[in-house]
Structures are given as C-alpha cells and as structure tokens.
C-alpha cells in the first residue's frame, strides 16, 4: 500500500488546490516586482517554455522547485499548516441533537 493509497482522489485535489496557490502567489510577486515569465526564465536559467510549466500549475511543483523559483526572485517561500474551519455541514454532522433550532442557537422558549 502506497503513501497515498487511503484516498489518492482527496489528496490529488489537495495537491491541485496548493499548485494553484503557489502560482497564484507567484504571479503576485512577479507582478509587484514588474518582471515577467521570461524575466523569471532568465533568473533562473531555465527556459521560458519550463516556467510556463510551473506557472500552469500542472507541474508537480517541488520543495527544490519552490525554492529555485524564490531565490531567482531574492524572495522567502512560507508554508503554514493549518486546520480546516468546519463547515456548518460538519458541525451539524457531529451534533447529536438533530433540532435545527437549538443548533441554529435560537431559543426554543416561547
């Protein structure tokens, strides 16, 4: 059993939702500091076609990736976890009162 094998589907979107960050964050930061994609190629020696592949997302985005991207861009990468807020679904889910009115946190006095 693989690493990932509990639920690959969960973590491949995991996985899809941080690439967009980053490259989101990275486009923020190429842009605040007025360079562009082949700006970036040239920083780090790469070719313009490669950054296209990290800014797409669709590249597996790693650490060593991460981090010769940040220092092209004397720049930090800061990665934080954190849990998730629960969903109202969630909440609800674990309540064993089923009544929609004292979950809601009205009063059920009249």
């Known amino acids: 059993m ?3 094998a509990r ?3 969960r973590t491949n979107l995991a996985a899809s939702r941080i690439a ?3 490259t989101a964050s990275l486009a923020g930061l190429l842009a ?4 562009t994609r082949s700006d970036l190629a040239a920083a780090m020696g790469v070719s313009p076609g490669r950054v296209s592949q990290i800014m797409s997302g669709d590249a597996n985005l790693t650490v060593r990736t991460l981090a010769a991207v940040a220092e092209a861009l004397d720049a930090d990468v800061q990665i934080t976890f954190c849990p998730r807020p629960q969903s109202t679904d969630a909440k609800a889910r ?4 089923a009544s929609p009115i004292k979950s809601s946190g009205l009063s059920t006095r009249h």
Do not use: P, Y
Not at 94 to 97: A, C, E, P, R
């Open 2 to 4: 693989g690493i990932f």
């Open 7 to 9: 639920d690959e589907s």
């Open 20 to 22: 967009r960050q980053a």
């Open 32 to 35: 605040g500091q007025g360079k």
């Open 94 to 97: 674990g309540s064993t009162d």
